[in-house]
């Protein structure tokens, strides 16, 4: 069966949508006229109505992304503002719904929208971070990647970090008459580090933790109790992290404890926040490729390829655009649907070790993966960090032979025809080791006992707190974006979308399992388009093109942690841009992380570190 | 006391035949050393991209443990390496430094990657540190952007050979035979930005100089960008020209903007073919000398070099007296 993608053309979808709302809000509602843009613009007073009326009446319930953009200078389309763009999906497919509401700088406020969307709760406290956005009826308004008591909003256009060169890479020489100097060098305290002139050092506190401890209850009254047997017990709470071997990463999460049941929980991040966005705004289009490899490492050829497609969406308001050739599409869908795999593999070995099967089952992943990644190095040049997408293109075609060890036991570098090893490694070697997964796990009375029924997210949950991947088709919500809102050649290819209905631990590890059989399915699809398109061409002279037109775009695929969007938007006086204007990053492992309280309430503290793991988050992701 | 070969050979061990009636000699300090190498126990402890290789370096394939590296602990006290394997960030580094004051001594860091070097692709972020040197004695840096797990292997041999060459009797090289405890590495305080507190007086003066009326964390341009921004730019750029006599004035970014600038007109006067005569003295100019504020009190081996001398000589005095 071969489904057809939903056309975005026809009746029924966006353009209904946009007039119904316009007739119901025609005075707070009205286009985005703004060269490149689409979607609709809402008055800030009417936000909170206008979001409710689009989930409920509209049916778009799925608020995939929230961000900001700060609109400062250089002769853009109105006056200074800070703007706030939601994109919401209808979980039974079809394209988004824009919609934006603006705000002024200087006392930038909007409506909260987490009674709206439980999913935009980090979104906004990212956005008050890193723009000093308020948030009106936000229950938990904190900073959320720096710390508490940092100087200024760093995402702001006329906010400069320490290290500060120019506004737009490339920057000039490194080497002005041939002498080398380091940004140190320009830097007072020899370090990227700058301080309020009236910094008082005499009352210096760190405020960053005691603001965290606060919401707990700590350093105030905590609540006395009696047990059922007249016992007096305290609430405790227990800090975890981000130096722990179970939070995968840089993770934190406070909770607080009645005995070993969790009744209150917070995840703290940030200890990655490596500031992916503000240098990505410095860079040139290309030169961000190579670091969304860095978000989801695990899977870098997916990042590359959301950022791709988005900045593909720009190219194409252009005049001459060509779109990729077919072989462009079949490599990149191949090189994903390889990263899923590994991505999965990693993901089910790793939550394994939280289940307390200590590093032996993920040995056996991590094998697995070293082939797949052997190819990565034969293709792309590197085992990780792949960057091997280009706009309109790849990085390189298939090389004829590539080397890699046979096994393990013998691990003597040979050289193999790359069909034959594609072949193989998609006919015999990936499902081989699924089905041992599959039988040494499925049916694991440890795995089952510990995993059914725990850390449950219901199918309306899942929805509302924006879970994306694995974690939303879990409990039971058919939508991957690879069906939902097709992109590259998945309408043609056969696949089925892999759903369980528990949304239990257990229902996740089935639909990862599930989905890595689907994978192999459509890498067997691949290979015979791999033949017949030898030949083709797979660069393109958009690939390294300086220049993109104006306007702004949402590109999204899915990933193996979920929904990866790319928000870029080419803003500016000129026709077009060398560099983003914002350039967001809709991270799966970040939002995935906000129903992580409400599904750990009631649970015990060793469940927390399973759950925690069946979500699968990458701290670079989740902090970028 | 003369030497019995026959009574050595009667221990309770046995000892194989080919061994038997053989005086090894070796050093304390050798014996001592070979035994810490092979048995470098390393911090459960990931940071970013770069733990994932790792962990690949952990795993079957690369596999440390043939180096007596595979037990990894997931607590400082019981680990003797810190493999920074990652992105420092100004909000992780605080924890950093404290598990690195709980390691128990003996104990190395080893930098695995750009950004754990350096900063890496990350340098210039408002949130990293850049390079973890900044704050702990880093004993091998690794390139990579990751590094491969060979790349590693390769680092952690190189440790292995550092820790052959030293010596147990001197607290010359390490710090951690001499008397009592070696300081602990200050913890660095989240405030307005990340402050270091061996940096305190150098903020302070810096304040009490706004205070006063003065510039605030305004640097002296290094000698190279200031002399092309000297440069008599006479038609490429009048702009950077102007902006050149008032750098007193000016923001550190207005200032770097002005550096910028200068350099371009450099450059664009050197392309014109006029600037050679303009050019030849500033290739000749020194290097920022002078006092460097940004290595001031860096260098934390030297400052334990300086805290164990003083030590001993105290010691030393002690005991004539
Ligand atoms: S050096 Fe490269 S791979 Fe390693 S942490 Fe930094 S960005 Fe990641």
Known sequence: MVLTAPDPNKVGTIEDAIADLKAAFPNDVSDDKREGYGGVIVSA???????????????????????????????????????????????????????????????????????????????????????????????????????????????????????????????????????????????????????????????????????????????????????????????????MGPHHPSTHGVFRMVMRLDGETITHLEP?????????????????????????????????????????????????????????????????????????????????????????????????FV???????????????????????????????????????????????????????????????????????????????????????????????????????????????????????????????????????????????????????????????????????????????????????????????????????????????????????RYHVRAPSFINLTPLGHMCRGTKVADVVAILGSIDIVLGETDR | MELNLAELNRTQYPIPAELQNNVAITSLSKIYNWGRRNSMWPMLFGLACCAIEMIATASSRFDFSRFGMEVMRATPRQSDLMIVSGTVTKKMVVPIVRLYNQMPEPKYVLAMGACASGGGPFKEGYNVVSGIDKYLPVDVYVPGCPPTPQALLYGLIALQKKIDGQSIITSDDVPWYGVGPSDPTPIPILGPDIIDPRQMDMIRRQAEQAARGGTFAVRELPAVAKTAAALPAQKAAPAAAAAAPAAGTMTPEEERRAAALARKAARAAKSAGEAAPAAAPTAAAPLPGGSKPWEESHDIREQRKAAALARKAARASKSEG
């Open chain 1, 45 to 239: 007073d009417k936000l909170l109505e206008v979001a409710s009326y689009i989930r409920d009446t509209l049916k778009f319930d799925y608020l995939s992304s929230a961000t900001a953009v700060d609109y400062l200078g250089e002769g853009h389309h109105s006056n200074d503002h800070m703007e706030m763009v939601y994109h919401a999906y209808r979980t039974t497919g079809g394209s988004a719904l824009v919609f934006k509401a603006q705000t002024d700088r200087e006392k930038a406020e909007l409506p909260s929208l987490v009674s709206v969307w439980r999913g935009a709760d980090f979104q906004e406290r990212e956005a008050w971070d890193l723009f000093g956005i308020r948030f009106k009826g936000h229950p938990n308004l904190k900073r959320i990647l720096m710390w508490e008591g940092f100087y200024g909003h760093p995402m702001r256009k006329d906010w400069k970090e320490a290290f500060y060169e120019s506004e737009h890479k490339p920057f000039d020489s490194r080497w002005p008459e041939g002498h080398v100097y380091r940004a140190e060098e320009l830097n007072v305290f020899g370090s990227n580090v700058k301080y309020p002139s009236d910094i008082d050092l005499s009352r210096l506190t760190d405020k960053s933790e005691s603001d965290l401890y606060t919401g707990f209850g700590l350093g105030v009254d905590m609540t006395h109790m009696t047990d059922e047997n007249g016992i007096q017990t305290d609430e405790l709470v227990v800090n």
């Open chain 1, 268 to 364: 703290v991040m940030g200890y990655l926040h490596r500031n992916h966005e503000k240098i990505g705004e410095r860079n040139t289009y290309l030169h961000n490729i190579p670091f969304t490899d860095r978000l989801d490492y695990i899977s870098s050829m997916g990042n590359n390829h959301g950022y791709v497609l988005a900045v593909e969406q720009l190219l194409a308001k252009g005049a001459k655009y060509t779109p990729p050739t077919y072989r462009t599409e079949v490599l990149r869908v191949l090189m994903v649907e390889l990263s899923r795999i590994v991505n999965h593999l990693w993901a089910i070995g790793f939550w394994l070790n939280d289940l307390g099967a200590f590093f032996t089952p993920v040995l056996y």
């Open chain 1, 367 to 581: 094998q697995e993966r070293e082939r797949i990644l052997d190819f990565f190095e034969a293709v792309a040049g590197s085992r990780m960090m792949c960057n091997y997408m280009r706009f309109g293109g790849v990085f390189a075609d298939l090389p004829e032979r590539i080397k890699s060890t046979m096994n393990l036991m013998n691990d003597r570098v040979r050289d193999f025809d790359t069909m034959q090893f594609l072949q193989e490694m998609i006919n015999e070697r990936i499902p081989r080791t699924i089905d041992e997964l599959d039988e040494y796990l499925t049916n694991s009375d440890i795995v089952q006992s510990r995993s059914k029924g725990v850390g449950y997210l219901s199918a309306e949950d899942a929805i509302n707190f924006s879970a994306a991947g694995p974690l939303l088709r879990g409990s039971g919500v058919a939508y991957d974006i690879r069906r939902a809102d097709p992109y590259s050649i998945y309408p043609e290819l056969d696949f089925d979308v892999a759903v369980q209905h528990e949304g239990d631990m257990y229902a996740r590890y089935m639909v990862r399992l599930i989905e890595m059989r689907e994978s192999v399915r459509i890498l067997k699809q691949i290979l015979p388009r791999l033949e017949y398109t030898k030949g083709e061409s797979v660069t393109s002279s958009f690939a390294y093109s300086g220049k993109i037109p104006l306007g702004e775009a949402y590109g999204r695929v899915e990933n193996g942690k979920g929904e990866l969007g790319y928000y870029v938007v080419s803003a500016g006086d000129k026709k077009n841009t060398a560099n983003p204007w």
